[in-house]
């Protein structure tokens, strides 16, 4: 079975940076395609990025602060978040779709993704 977990969250300040990660089990990621979303309170979920084979793809809203990366040798994947900001505050997932997608517009579409983890909190403080 497919097990995503993610940890990392935490409270923090605006300005610093975080790293949250995606255990990822019963299949492997490097054959995958990898995602993070966020959701902040009252709104929709929010694509930030994803990564497919060598490929990586960001939503272009986020300005640069976030980037995505997989260890393949701990089937783990990862988001680095720099200069944190209260609007960040959300609730943050990762997500694995079973094609490996060559294009942008498909990894951002929710629908492309079989299984998810339950999300980690990361609260940034003015």
């Known amino acids: 079975q497919v097990k995503l977990v993610e940890s990392g969250g935490r409270a923090v300040q605006a300005g610093d940076s975080l790293r949250l990660s995606c255990a990822v089990s019963g299949r492997t990621a490097s054959s995958s395609t990898m995602g993070w979303f966020h959701q902040a309170p009252g709104k929709e979920r929010e694509f930030i990025a994803a990564?497919?084979?060598?490929?990586?793809y960001y939503a272009d809203s986020l300005k640069g602060r976030f980037r995505i990366s997989r260890d393949n040798a701990e089937n783990t994947v990862y988001l680095q978040i720099y200069n944190l900001k209260p609007e960040d505050t959300a609730v943050y997932y990762c997500a694995l779709g079973e094609a490996l997608y060559q294009r942008s517009l498909p990894t951002m579409n929710q629908a492309s993704y079989a299984y998810w983890g339950q999300g980690t909190q990361v609260t940034v403080s003015s």
């Open positions: 990564v497919s084979g060598t490929m990586t």
